[in-house]
T-cell receptor, first 113, second 115 residues
């Protein structure tokens, strides 16, 4: 049972480079979320999606774009990486009918130098 | 503006004793609260939750208490075990249907349980 899978697990980028983080879930969940975790800040919502083809901004969306072309996948893009985007990124999903408990992926540790 | 706050960055307890983790919130629209547990190099996992219509919810060794007037909740772990050593995040949701289940997280508290 895979749950939520994030790729890659680690990445080092140079300032100005671009990359895409992939999140895939096999639970047929409608809602998907991207969070970043920084020391002393907890988890902060970047973008979220309530269904295939829909996306919305969260608390800290600047510098990121997302797409949800298929229900099971939620992509997070960094067009021009900055050192301030060094963080651990978590994807999560949940069903819209069964409570608020998220299923999280294991995270992507991104370093921008 | 931090709407969910965990003011204790860390907590150390002896095995077998009670662990009490605290969380405060400022947004009166929050109506559902959760606790997540996170081990290093893993994603957070759901632990226990409580609706604002209740003041207590229990699941085995874990109990969450909600004091709405004080906008405060706490997680009690009794008895604490070394395997409970992890980071604990408090989270809150609310605002009705348009919230789409978005959670606002606290900063986390590192719990260390000593044998």
């Amino acid at each position: 049972n895979a749950g939520v899978t994030q790729t890659p697990k680690f990445r080092v980028l140079k300032t100005g480079q671009s990359m895409t983080l992939l999140c895939a879930q096999d639970m047929n969940h409608e809602y998907m979320y991207w969070y970043r975790q920084d020391p002393g800040m907890g988890l902060r919502l970047i973008h979220y999606s309530v269904g295939e083809g829909t996306t919305a901004k969260g608390e800290v969306p600047d510098g990121y774009n997302v797409s949800r072309l298929k229900k099971q996948n939620f992509l997070l893009g960094l067009e021009s990486a900055a050192p301030s985007q060094t963080s651990v990124y978590f994807c999560a999903s949940r069903s819209h009918t069964t409570g608020y408990g998220y299923t999280f992926g294991s995270g992507t540790r991104l370093t921008v130098v | 503006d931090q709407q969910v706050k965990q003011n204790s960055p860390s907590l150390s307890v002896q095995e077998g004793r009670i662990s009490i983790l605290n969380c405060d919130y400022t947004n009166s629209m929050f109506d559902y609260f959760l606790w997540y547990k996170k081990y290093p190099a893993e994603g957070p996992t759901f632990l226990i939750s409580i609706s604002s219509i209740k003041d207590k919810n229990e699941d085995g060794r874990f109990t969450v208490f909600l004091n709405k007037s004080a906008k405060h909740l706490s997680l009690h772990i009794v008895p604490s075990q070394p395997g409970d050593s992890a980071v604990y995040f408090c989270a809150a949701s609310g605002g009705g249907g348009t919230s789409y289940g978005k959670l606002t997280f606290g900063q986390g508290t590192i719990l260390t349980v000593h044998p």
